[in-house]
């Protein structure tokens, strides 16, 4: 069964910095992937997503993210954080076969802006 | 753009009581899909249904069952509730069953039973 990891599951920065959110897959056939962003009493909203067409993929508010085959890894990054980001940010895979997918999300990353 | 809604942000039930949690998309979708979602758990899903009338276990479907008799809607049912399912709860949609579809999310129910 597909697992997804998180490393970190909360991350502070400053507000004007590189933001660097991991997220490594497990299965040996590359899944689908996607990052979503939760903002407070709200519900998830898609960032972006990775489906075999770019390894480098761009996404919404500035972030992007770079599928990598050999590290099984779809790190989100954003090269200047603004306090408009802080969220919680969930990294997700789809299982694969079947014609019907599910997705397993990882536990999720806090993200903090400081001024 | 596509609109997921639920029907309550917050709900405070008894224990023991029987709980619906509904759930409307207006976008023709195939797929819905019920999460739950705990702090340092991530979402974990319930049961999901790919057609009306169909449906399958997810995750953790103890507990829990759900309704779908029409496309648009999808219920998920708390037989008894159980102070361990004080949670928020999560509706999802997707166009279809290929993988590269993202799934939808409405804003959540924060379901609290005492």
């Known amino acids: 069964a597909q697992s997804v990891t998180q490393l970190g599951s909360h991350v502070s920065v400053s507000e004007g910095a590189l933001v660097l959110l991991r997220c490594n897959y497990s299965?040996?056939?590359?899944?689908?992937l996607f990052w979503y962003v939760q903002y407070p009493n709200q519900g998830l909203q898609l960032l972006l997503k990775y489906t075999s067409a770019a390894t480098l993929v761009k996404g919404i508010n500035g972030f992007e993210a770079e599928f990598k085959k050999s590290e099984t890894s779809f790190h989100l990054t954003k090269p200047s954080a603004h306090m408009s980001d802080a969220a919680e940010y969930f990294c997700a895979a789809t299982n694969s076969g079947g014609s019907n997918y599910k997705l397993t999300f990882g536990k999720g990353t806090l993200l903090t802006v400081n001024p | 753009d596509v609109k997921v809604t639920q029907s309550s942000r917050y709900l405070v039930k008894r224990t023991g009581e029987k709980v619906f949690l509904e759930c409307v998309q207006d976008?023709?979708?195939?797929?819905m899909f019920w999460y739950r979602q705990d702090p340092g758990l991530g979402l974990r899903l319930i049961y999901f249904?790919?057609?009306?009338?169909?449906?399958e276990k997810g995750d953790i479907p103890e507990g829990y069952s759900v309704s779908r008799e029409k496309k648009e809607r999808f219920s998920l049912i708390l037989e008894s509730a159980s102070t361990n399912q004080t949670s928020m709860y999560l509706c999802a949609s997707s166009l279809s069953g290929a993988r590269n579809q993202p799934q939808h999310f409405g804003d959540g129910t924060r379901l609290s039973i005492l």
């Open positions: 249904s790919y057609d009306v009338k169909m449906k």
């Open positions: 976008m023709d979708h195939e797929n």
């Open positions: 299965s040996s056939v590359p899944p689908y």
